[in-house]
T-cell receptor, first 111, second 112 residues
Framework: GNSVTQMEGPVTLSEEAFLTINCTYT??????LFWYVQYPGEGLQLLLK?????DKGSNKGFEATYRKETTSFHLEKGSVQVSDSAVYFC??????????FGTGTRLQVTL | DTAVSQTPKYLVTQMGNDKSIKCEQN?????MYWYKQDSKKFLKIMFS???????INETVPNRFSPKSPDKAHLNLHINSLELGDSAVYFC???????????FGPGTRLLVL
């Protein structure tokens, strides 16, 4: 079945540092891949997505590239801000658009 | 003009009680979902309805019963609540032909 593996958190960075959150997946076929973000006390929001191999999703300075050869969809940002502190979820789409989520990675950005 | 709303936001109750959580979306979407997020933030799908019909039913105890009175609403009724039901429950919706799901703010359930 489908599965998503994310790096363990928490990830603690200073403001303006470079961010990478690793995500790898196992799936049949070529599912769409997503990053969702959950700010404290809120629901999940779509951050970015990619629907086919080599697609790059981007939003708010975050980027992730769909790598079929390494079955990965790592999230990157060149310069994080305190306001980026949140939990980040990698997910893949499946039958009936059922989303399979990774375990989430908490990011804490400090001044 | 909230897109996906849930009530209540917080729910504290005793073991053995029966409770309901409501979800409404004003996005005109056809498909709605319930997810459970445990204390470690792990998210797992529970149910999905498309045009009021159940299309996804994961391995969930039958104490949980979803009900969709119309396309815009998906409620979750839980009988005989147990300690392990304590979690955050998220509702989500998706438009026809789209893959992106839109999530509600969550209902934080605590069973004592």
């Amino acid at each position: 079945g489908n599965s998503v593996t994310q790096m363990e958190g928490p990830v603690t960075l200073s403001e303006e540092a470079f961010l990478t959150i690793n995500c790898t997946y196992t799936a049949t076929g070529y599912p769409s891949l997503f990053w969702y973000v959950q700010y404290p006390g809120e629901g999940l929001q779509l951050l970015l997505k990619a629907t086919k191999a080599d697609d790059k999703g981007s939003n708010k300075g975050f980027e992730a590239t769909y790598r079929k050869e390494t079955t990965s969809f790592h999230l990157e940002k060149g310069s994080v801000q305190v306001s980026d502190s949140a939990v980040y979820f990698c997910a893949l789409g499946g039958t009936a658009s059922k989303l399979t989520f990774g375990t989430g990675t908490r990011l804490q950005v400090t001044l | 003009d909230t897109a996906v709303s849930q009530t209540p936001k917080y729910l504290v109750t005793q073991m053995g009680n029966d409770k309901s959580i409501k979800c409404e979306q004003n996005l005109g979407h056809d498909t709605m979902y319930w997810y459970k997020q445990d204390s470690k933030k792990f998210l797992k799908i529970m149910f999905s309805y498309n045009n009021k019909e159940l299309i996804i039913n994961e391995t969930v105890p039958n104490r949980f019963s979803p009900k969709s009175p119309d396309k815009a609403h998906l409620n979750l009724h839980i009988n005989s609540l147990e300690l392990g039901d304590s979690a955050v429950y998220f509702c989500a919706s998706r438009g026809a032909g789209q893959e992106t799901q839109y999530f509600g703010p969550g209902t934080r359930l605590l069973v004592l």
